[in-house]
């Protein structure tokens, strides 16, 4: 019995879907080399079209161009820059003028000019035209209903025109001068060159154009102006004459006068009111002396000679003496109160004029003011006047003077050919091809599922390719045995003599002696390889039983011609001895024991004792068994087999069987805790390898020969 490992087929599977995300850079230029010839093929496919297109299908386009250059520095005969401007220098001006060489306003001049509505190259209608008899047979040919088109109005015609006339044509500035190139591109040489020229010779003459509306719209607006402000200027001097005469006021100078007497007034008024204070306040401060009874402060306040008299004559005088100084100082006291009167009626009365000569001068300033207001305004529409009737003076001289701001440099004289770029047109294509190429070879091996050499094989799964073995040149069952037999050193008899003996070496301590080959589906070549080992291990001396286990297919009678009609069944029931159900197939060299129909399950046959004890029996009588077995994908039976064997071989095929059955066909033998010793890889096309690249990993398989007739595919 062989070892088991439950896990083990499902470790090898984790670590391959471990790395499934690396990409391996290697891998991925051996599949672009094994695809050379499909990428070669595609790249001259693409070379051929891209050829075709460019030297026969394209319709070759002219270019012509000519150079203009922008005068932005040009004098002008009368200085009118402040009327209209001409181009700017900097950038964005100068871009500016890129979009109006490129306008739809020049387009419509050029279209006027070479009358290119009846140019079929430019006007689509009439390149249309011509196509009415293609278009009504096709609509005959597909029975469609007729509609009755419109015809396009002049308008249309014009505004398509226009549209194709500037989709020929690309303005260029030069970044470091103020040339532009205007180039045109068509389909005839001629015609490139006049549009090009046209369209420059537009441009430039709508610059004229546009000075000369410029200068018409000036002169019109400043006539206009001028006459305005002569009748301003008119009403403004009236105006002045009205507002002198409605004033009394003659000049500036008597209003300085005016001013100067009430600074005057004003000081005086000052004056007055100062020495009415001051006799207010001395008349208080003799008033206190008074009532106080200090007649020596009394007689001081006075420089009176009498009141001097009298003061000296108090001591001695008696009370008359003091009543006379009493009274002399009274009326002294009464004179100071009459002079404080006097003043202060003076600076009521001064105060008044004051008052009436401040509103004099009021008056007199507000007419003043107005009347310097007034002159200036007239001041100012003088000098707008006589300005505005200078520049329309100078814009009137500059009628019929005007100058474009661009000049033709170069005009176009032969048109160059720019389209198609043969050459470029085949690198791309040839680019093109190899990109289409590599990307097929790319999608067909992502695309592909099976397997192609046992390297991809044991990368997926993880566990060992025991062999290899190419497709056996025949093209019926019954000829296989033959072919073995007489083609010893054939490349399928070599590769089988390797898988015998790397199943040999898979267990060095303990060979294994019974051995089961199985595969995902039928078809995968499993009974050839299992009737081909038992051949081969025949020509070692060993003795062999080929045990035919798929028992619901039988195929053993296709390629025995001596088979009995009794088997396994027979056998494994007692009711025939096994030396009477195998028979000795001589070509072969091996005892053969072909499948029975039975009505009982497959299944329980291979699961009962009695196989076991068959198996144990034929161990003792065979050096090697060999069992076909039914694929794991389609019945349980190989599962159950396995559990009897010692070993087993997993046939797959060569790019047909796909990934998902090899791993399927594993987790299935892995939930019956079996373990394959390896795979065997069949039905290797050395042909299709060395296409695919690959026959240089084969040696021999790469250099077999295919002998001719069909390829027996079980």
Same mark, same amino acid.
Request: aromatic share 6%.
């Given at each position: 019995?062989?070892?088991?490992?439950?896990?083990?087929?499902?470790? &090898?599977?984790?670590?391959?879907?471990?790395?499934?995300?690396?990409?391996?850079?290697?891998?991925?230029?051996?599949?672009?080399?094994?695809?050379?010839?499909?990428?070669?093929?595609?790249?001259?496919?693409?070379? @051929?079209?891209?050829?075709?297109?460019?030297?026969?299908?394209?319709?070759?386009?002219?270019? $012509?161009?000519?150079?203009? *250059?922008?005068?932005?520095?040009?004098?002008?005969?009368?200085?009118?820059?402040?009327?209209?401007?001409?181009?700017?220098?900097?950038?964005?001006?100068?871009?500016?003028?890129?979009?109006?060489?490129?306008?739809?306003?020049?387009?419509?001049?050029?279209?006027?000019?070479?009358?290119?509505?009846?140019?079929?190259?430019?006007?689509?209608?009439?390149?249309?035209?011509?196509?009415?008899?293609?278009?009504?047979?096709?609509?005959?040919?597909?029975?469609?209903?007729?509609?009755?088109?419109?015809?396009?109005?002049?308008?249309?015609?014009?505004?398509?025109?226009?549209?194709?006339?500037?989709?020929?044509?690309?303005?260029?500035?030069?970044?470091?001068?103020?040339?532009?190139?205007?180039? *045109?591109?068509?389909?005839?040489?001629?015609?490139?060159?006049?549009?090009?020229?046209?369209? $420059?010779?537009?441009?430039?003459?709508?610059?004229?154009?546009?000075?000369?509306?410029?200068?018409?719209?000036?002169?019109?607006?400043?006539?206009?102006?001028?006459?305005?402000?002569?009748?301003?200027?008119?009403?403004?001097?009236?105006?002045?004459?009205?507002?002198?005469?409605?004033?009394?006021?003659?000049?500036?100078?008597?209003?300085?006068?005016?001013?100067?007497?009430?600074?005057?007034?004003?000081?005086?008024?000052?004056?007055?009111?100062?020495?009415?204070?001051?006799?207010?306040?001395?008349?208080?401060?003799?008033?206190?002396?008074?009532?106080?009874?200090?007649?020596?402060?009394?007689?001081?306040?006075?420089?009176?000679? !009498?009141?001097?008299?009298?003061?000296?004559?108090?001591?001695?005088?008696? =009370?008359?003496?003091?009543?006379?100084?009493?009274?002399?100082?009274?009326?002294?006291?009464?004179?100071?109160?009459?002079?404080?009167?006097?003043?202060?009626?003076?600076? =009521?009365?001064?105060?008044?004029?004051?008052?009436?000569?401040?509103? =004099?001068?009021?008056?007199?300033?507000?007419?003043?003011?107005?009347?310097?207001?007034?002159?200036?305004?007239?001041?100012?529409?003088? !000098?707008?006047?006589?300005?505005?009737?200078?520049?329309?003076?100078?814009?009137?001289?500059?009628?019929?003077?005007?100058?474009?701001?661009?000049?033709?440099?170069?005009?176009?004289?032969?048109?160059?050919?720019?389209?198609?770029?043969?050459?470029?047109?085949?690198?791309?294509?040839?680019?093109?091809?190899?990109?289409?190429?590599?990307?097929? !070879?790319?999608?067909?091996?992502?695309? &592909?599922?099976?397997?192609?050499?046992?390297?991809?094989?044991?990368?997926?799964?993880?566990?060992?390719?025991?062999?290899?073995?190419?497709?056996?040149?025949?093209?019926?069952?019954?000829?296989?045995?033959?072919?073995?037999?007489?083609?010893?050193?054939?490349?399928?008899?070599?590769?089988?003599?390797?898988?015998?003996?790397?199943?040999?070496?898979?267990?060095?301590?303990?060979?294994?002696?019974?051995?089961?080959?199985?595969?995902?589906?039928?078809?995968?070549?499993?009974?050839?390889?299992?009737?081909?080992?038992? &051949?081969?291990? $025949?020509?070692?001396?060993?003795?062999?039983?080929?045990?035919?286990?798929?028992?619901?297919?039988?195929?053993?009678?296709?390629?025995?011609?001596?088979?009995?009609?009794?088997?396994?069944?027979?056998?494994?029931?007692?009711?025939?001895?096994?030396?009477?159900?195998?028979? &000795?197939?001589?070509?072969?060299?091996?005892?053969?024991?072909?499948?029975?129909?039975?009505?009982?399950?497959?299944?329980?046959?291979?699961?009962?004792?009695?196989?076991?004890?068959?198996?144990?029996?034929?161990?003792?009588?065979?050096?090697?068994?060999?069992?076909?077995?039914?694929?794991?994908?389609?019945?349980?039976?190989?599962?159950?087999?396995?559990?009897?064997?010692?070993?087993?071989?997993?046939?797959?095929?060569?790019?047909?069987?796909?990934?998902?059955?090899?791993? *399927?066909?594993?987790?299935?033998?892995?939930?019956?805790?079996?373990?394959?010793?390896?795979?065997?890889?069949?039905?290797?096309?050395?042909?299709?390898?060395?296409?695919?690249?690959?026959?240089?990993?084969?040696?021999?398989?790469? @250099?077999?020969?295919?002998?001719?007739?069909?390829?027996?595919?079980?």
């Amino acid at each position: 019995m062989q070892g088991q490992d439950p896990t083990s087929n499902n470790r &090898h599977l984790a670590a391959r879907d471990d790395d499934t995300d690396e990409i391996d850079l290697l891998e991925l230029a051996g599949t672009l080399w094994r695809g050379k010839w499909i990428i070669l093929a595609c790249s001259l496919l693409s070379a @051929a079209m891209g050829g075709y297109y460019a030297y026969r299908m394209a319709i070759p386009m002219y270019s $012509a161009g000519t150079s203009i *250059a922008i005068d932005t520095s040009g004098p002008q005969i009368v200085d009118i820059e402040n009327v209209f401007s001409g181009v700017s220098s900097d950038w964005y001006s100068l871009n500016t003028e890129v979009g109006k060489i490129s306008s739809r306003r020049l387009g419509e001049q050029v279209v006027r000019r070479l009358d290119l509505t009846e140019n079929p190259d430019f006007n689509p209608y009439l390149a249309t035209s011509s196509d009415d008899d293609t278009s009504g047979w096709l609509s005959n040919l597909l029975q469609t209903d007729e509609i009755e088109e419109v015809p396009p109005t002049e308008t249309e015609i014009f505004n398509a025109t226009v549209d194709s006339a500037l989709g020929a044509i690309t303005v260029n500035r030069d970044p470091d001068s103020y040339i532009f190139t205007i180039t *045109a591109t068509t389909g005839d040489r001629g015609t490139s060159v006049l549009l090009a020229n046209t369209h $420059a010779d537009a441009y430039i003459a709508d610059q004229i154009a546009i000075k000369f509306e410029a200068i018409e719209r000036a002169v019109t607006w400043l006539t206009e102006r001028v006459t305005e402000l002569e009748s301003e200027l008119q009403r403004q001097e009236d105006g002045i004459k009205d507002l002198r005469a409605q004033s009394s006021l003659s000049s500036p100078e008597a209003l300085q006068a005016i001013n100067q007497q009430a600074n005057d007034m004003e000081d005086r008024l000052k004056e007055l009111r100062s020495l009415a204070d001051e006799a207010e306040a001395k008349i208080a401060r003799l008033e206190a002396l008074r009532d106080d009874g200090d007649f020596e402060s009394m007689a001081r306040a006075f420089s009176d000679p !009498v009141l001097q008299q009298l003061y000296q004559r108090l001591e001695t005088g008696g =009370e008359e003496a003091k009543e006379l100084f009493e009274s002399r100082f009274s009326l002294l006291l009464e004179r100071e109160a009459s002079d404080r009167r006097r003043a202060s009626t003076q600076a =009521e009365a001064l105060e008044a004029s004051y008052a009436n000569l401040q509103n =004099e001068i009021a008056a007199k300033t507000q007419d003043l003011i107005e009347l310097q207001q007034a002159e200036r305004e007239v001041e100012a529409t003088r !000098v707008l006047y006589e300005t505005f009737l200078t520049r329309l003076k100078e814009t009137t001289v500059q009628r019929g003077l005007q100058e474009a701001d661009a000049l033709v440099l170069s005009p176009a004289i032969a048109a160059r050919k720019v389209a198609p770029r043969e050459r470029r047109i085949l690198a791309l294509s040839i680019i093109l091809g190899i990109m289409a190429g590599a990307g097929l !070879v790319l999608l067909q091996s992502l695309l &592909h599922r099976g397997f192609r050499t046992a390297e991809d094989l044991e990368k997926y799964t993880g566990l060992t390719v025991l062999g290899q073995i190419p497709r056996i040149p025949i093209s019926r069952r019954a000829e296989l045995i033959p072919y073995l037999k007489a083609k010893p050193t054939s490349a399928a008899s070599e590769a089988i003599r390797n898988l015998r003996t790397s199943v040999l070496l898979s267990n060095i301590d303990t060979p294994p002696e019974v051995i089961m080959c199985t595969s995902s589906l039928p078809g995968e070549g499993k009974t050839t390889q299992a009737i081909a080992l038992a &051949h081969n291990f $025949a020509g070692l001396g060993k003795k062999v039983l080929l045990l035919e286990g798929d028992i619901r297919r039988r195929t053993f009678s296709q390629y025995l011609d001596n088979a009995p009609e009794k088997g396994l069944i027979s056998a494994l029931s007692g009711e025939t001895p096994l030396e009477d159900v195998t028979f &000795h197939d001589d070509a072969l060299g091996a005892d053969v024991l072909i499948g029975e129909k039975s009505n009982v399950n497959a299944a329980d046959i291979f699961s009962s004792d009695r196989f076991d004890q068959f198996l144990t029996y034929v161990r003792s009588v065979y050096d090697v068994i060999i069992i076909d077995s039914p694929p794991v994908l389609v019945v349980p039976d190989a599962r159950v087999v396995g559990q009897s064997v010692d070993a087993i071989l997993y046939v797959v095929k060569w790019e047909k069987t796909t990934k998902s059955q090899v791993e *399927a066909g594993l987790r299935q033998l892995e939930t019956a805790n079996l373990r394959i010793a390896g795979f065997s890889l069949s039905q290797i096309d050395t042909k299709a390898m060395q296409k695919y690249g690959y026959g240089k990993k084969y040696g021999a398989y790469g @250099a077999a020969t295919v002998e001719a007739g069909k390829y027996y595919e079980n």
